[in-house]
């Protein structure tokens, strides 16, 4: 267990099923034919106060409106989620099937549909394969347990690896643990992506304290990360909580509430670096870095726009401190700013200040970008507000997995 001295919380290991009270389960139901696992289950022995947020893209698949109908109705209790079709602009037929595996997961976990959120990730435009779908949730619900049997898996598309994180914090003199566990590697763009991401924890919480609290912790996480410019149908967050840990319900004004507020970001920042980290083809974590802006609107524009430029990513990828690129990004971001004030720096190196280049060893600049991390800050001096966003590389292999995704 490791101590974050700057937040006072402790990361654990884990990630949705840290909490108390949270159980999961996966099984090969032959979705992706791959032999791997592509559903799973993830479940709350316990009722829940639940939140979610959602793409933004004008598709929205059919899992996601059955999902924030679920939300909207109480109390989510229950994920079901497949990858290898995301059962997106599939019409009429889509949200019946969406249905179907909510009233099929509610059976076998023994609960009211109303209590199930559907979630599906992967090719877009294709019927989902429902005899297949309708036998392998009774088998993940066979391995349901604390160990999870896969379930972080069974979401990945593209992935490389599972993305999970978790923190404890005490909250009214309770330990309360907050995990997560998402996917995502590509159609990543702020406002979300092509990204999944359920976040639990024991802690009791009111019903619009913890709506609120995802929506601030989305704004400064998934929201703050891109791969590719694409802005994903399927994408969405959960928030569930099932008051295991035993402590008075928060509300946005208890004496606590930071504490738990803070928890939740940093699990979904967590989360939110990994899926960069991730990214489709990336070999490098992107991350930038805006002091000293007039508010933080502004430093979010600045610096998402610097990790969505393709040029920029390019240049990372070269290992190029081409640091024209990154002021151009700035500059067509849409946010206001002084260019004459501002100061730019690749990692420790400082390349450009007061409007003009500022003279630098060209190696030891690009030296900042030989690693798997790359940073790039840039000081405006024009208030005291920040932001930081995160995005990749673009590589070769990103047009590789993209020009055949279906094939």
Not at 67 to 80: L, P, Q
Not at 125 to 151: D, H, N, T, Y
Not at 273 to 298: M, P, Y
Not at 356 to 384: F, K, Q, S, W, Y
Request: proline share 4%; hydrophobic share 45%; glycine share 12%.
């Amino acid at each position: 267990m490791n101590k974050d001295s700057t937040i006072g919380i402790n990361a654990v290991p884990g990630g949705a099923l840290a909490p108390a009270g949270f159980l999961a389960g996966a099984a090969v139901c032959g979705v992706r034919n791959s032999g791997r696992k592509d559903l799973g289950l993830l479940y709350a022995e316990y009722p829940c106060v639940s939140a979610g947020v959602y793409t933004r893209n004008a598709f929205r698949g059919a899992p996601v409106e059955v999902t924030r109908a679920a939300v909207e109705a109480g109390g989510v209790r229950a994920v079901v989620a497949n990858s290898g079709n995301a059962n997106a602009a599939t019409g009429e037929r889509g949200v019946e099937d969406a249905r179907r595996m909510q009233a099929l997961a509610a059976e076998v976990l023994g609960v009211e549909s109303r209590e199930v959120a559907v979630a599906s990730t992967g090719v877009i435009g294709e019927r989902l394969p429902m005899e297949k779908v309708e036998a392998g949730i009774p088998a993940a619900s066979a391995g349901l347990g604390q160990e999870g049997a896969g379930f972080a898996e069974a979401i990945l598309t593209t992935d490389t690896v599972k993305k999970e994180a978790a923190v404890e914090v005490e909250v009214g003199g309770k330990k309360v643990t907050v995990g997560g566990t998402a996917k995502g590697s590509g159609m990543i763009h702020p406002n979300m992506g092509t990204m999944l991401a359920f976040v639990t924890t024991d802690a009791a919480v009111e019903r619009d304290c913890l709506s609120e609290t995802l929506k601030n912790a989305t704004d400064h996480s998934f929201n703050r990360v891109t791969v590719d410019g694409d802005t994903s149908p399927s994408d969405m967050a959960l928030l569930l909580a099932n008051g295991a840990a035993g402590n008075e319900p928060l509300a946005l004004d208890s004496p606590d509430y930071p504490a738990f507020a803070e928890a939740v970001e940093h699990v979904a920042r967590e989360l939110a670096k990994k899926i960069a980290r991730d990214g489709e083809g990336a070999t490098k974590l992107v991350e930038a870095v805006v002091e000293g802006a007039r508010n933080e609107a502004s430093a979010a524009t600045l610096a998402k726009a610097v990790v969505g430029s393709n040029l920029v990513k390019a240049a990372v990828f070269g290992e190029d401190a081409n640091w024209g690129r990154v002021v151009t990004a700035m500059g067509y971001s849409g946010a206001a700013f002084d260019p004459a004030n501002l100061e730019l720096h690749f990692g420790p190196v400082k390349v450009f200040a007061g409007g003009e280049p500022v003279p630098h060893d060209a190696a030891e600049a690009n030296a900042t970008l030989a690693g798997d991390t790359v940073e790039i800050t840039a000081r405006l001096g024009e208030g005291e507000a920040s932001a930081t966003a995160w995005g990749c590389d673009l590589t070769y292999k990103y047009v590789e997995i993209n020009g055949s995704y279906r094939t």
